[in-house]
């Protein structure tokens, strides 16, 4: 899917078949020249930006901000499909591959981290805006578990589009929740 720089299997880097990038060859190709040219080469890749997976599930999730922080969103505590289980080949090949080594070069890492932000505020009228100052903490990263294959607990508002959220699970007359994989029309108490 060309979607920036969203991808579907971080570890395809065009092995069989080029990206929209190219190849493999290309993309060692280019680094060595970067290198030649004294200049360090850094992958830039945004970590809950994987889209066109091919299985789905059904979520009630919960955002996060980029330190840990609940994010309220429009989704609130729906049922929806979402498209976030797969990964490709490669992410099924090379997850957690170097988990290990990253654990030993980098532990802080993994480790709970309390942080400080500033967060963007607005008058009632939405003029005048004004900076606070945050704090939250990070929880512990789980240091052990090996990400074949992707799903929804790891992701942050990934494939969460909007996508289908209510259109067959809820019965909007009534505000109740259809169940999953039954075929009359019980519903889950909210």
């Known amino acids: 899917m ?14 069989e078949t080029p990206n929209k990038y190219g190849t493999d060859k290309d993309l060692r190709t280019a680094i060595k020249a970067l290198h030649q040219s004294n200049m360090q080469v850094m992958a830039d890749v945004v970590d809950n930006q994987v889209y066109n997976l091919s299985g789905q599930e059904v979520v009630s999730a919960s955002r996060a901000g980029v330190y840990g922080n609940d994010v309220s969103t429009g989704f609130g505590t729906q049922l929806y499909a979402v498209n976030s289980i797969d990964g490709g080949k490669y992410q099924a ?11 030993q070069q980098y532990p802080d890492l993994f480790e709970a981290k309390t942080y400080d932000y500033w967060v963007k505020n607005y008058s009632n009228d939405g003029s005048d805006p004004y900076y606070t100052l945050s704090q939250n903490t990070r929880k512990d990263m789980p240091s052990s ?9 790891y992701m942050n508002g990934t ?19 259809f169940k999953i994989g039954e075929k009359n029309a019980d519903f889950i108490t909210n």
């Open 93 to 103: 090949q090379y997850g957690g591959e170097y988990l290990n080594e990253l654990k």
């Open 159 to 177: 494939n969460v589009l909007g996508n289908g959220m209510g259109y067959v699970l809820k019965d909007w007359n009534t505000g109740e929740y």
């Open 2 to 15: 060309d979607n920036g720089y969203a991808f579907t299997d971080r570890y395809d880097l065009g092995f």
């Open 145 to 153: 578990e090996v990400i074949k294959q992707w799903s929804a607990k």
